[in-house]
């Protein structure tokens, strides 16, 4: 029965659940993931992208929650130029597909605007650039939005109540064109947004800034982006340890199970 099918690795502490031979919760391959264990901010997905220090961002056992350290980002910098961790463009190809993007963040200062983007956000030539997290506008809200060139698409919002010197698990989701916002596994907001975001990784995804216009004080961690799912639709409960990595889908003996690291 496909529809109900689990299947265990070793002592069964890591279960799938798979529904018409389809991995749910997770992406084959398309995943990012920043466990910032490293001298540098390494992905440690299947993907091994660059990731890019740009200006003073660097990474820190200041602040950590799971890992040994952390990416720090000082909130200084202008422009092109300005603090941020520039994740490589390479199958980063959100389009107008589900996805999920999730982080552990420690906010010196609560930014204005949020705290990734597209690196050229409200760039004319790029359609579907996008930006999401934490803004400190409208009384405070999680969100994500996308432009086409500087023309703006839409977004979709959720008030939330945070505070400087916490870290706080934030996960925005898209599912058959709604997005889903959430602060510590509480959904907070949802909404249409099934914009194609075709031109979002050209030049790379930032963290940290919103092209020149914010630059973010922040600390963050475990920071994964998948490609392909929507990990979360409602409320759960927050992760307790660092996240796990997909690294892809095996076969064996008529079998299909993800392999995790």
């Given at each position: ?102 982080y552990w963040v420690y ?81 907070k907001g949802s909404g ?70």
């Open positions: 029965d496909v529809f109900s099918t689990f299947v265990w690795e070793g002592s069964g502490a890591k279960v799938q659940k798979i529904e018409n031979a389809v991995q749910l919760g997770a992406a084959s391959t398309d995943n990012v993931a920043l466990h910032m264990t490293g001298a540098t901010s390494t992905d440690n997905g299947p993907l091994s992208l660059t990731v890019n220090a740009i200006g003073n961002a660097t990474t820190s056992t200041t602040q950590t929650k799971f890992t040994s350290k952390s990416l720090y980002v000082d909130g200084t910098g202008s422009g092109d130029t300005g603090t941020c961790f520039d994740i490589q463009e390479g199958q980063i190809k959100l389009a107008k597909k589900d996805f999920t993007i999730e906010w010196n200062t609560l930014p204005t605007y949020s705290d990734f983007a597209s690196r050229n956000y409200y760039v004319n030539g790029y359609d579907g650039s996008f930006g999401g997290g934490y803004s400190s506008t409208s009384g405070g809200q999680l969100r994500i939005f996308a432009y086409d060139d500087q023309t703006f698409l839409g977004s979709v919002t959720g008030s939330v109540s945070v505070s400087t010197g916490t870290w706080y698990h934030v996960a925005i989701s898209r599912s058959n064109g709604t997005a889903y916002l959430f602060l510590d596994g509480t959904l249409a947004f099934d914009h194609d975001l075709k031109n979002a990784e050209i030049g790379g995804i930032t963290i940290g800034r919103l092209s020149g216009y914010e630059q973010v004080n922040a600390y963050f961690s475990d920071f994964r982006i998948t490609v392909g799912a929507a990990r979360y639709t409602s409320s759960f409960t927050a992760p307790s340890a660092a996240l796990p990595v997909d690294t892809g889908i095996a076969a064996k003996g008529g079998l299909v199970w993800i392999k995790q690291r």
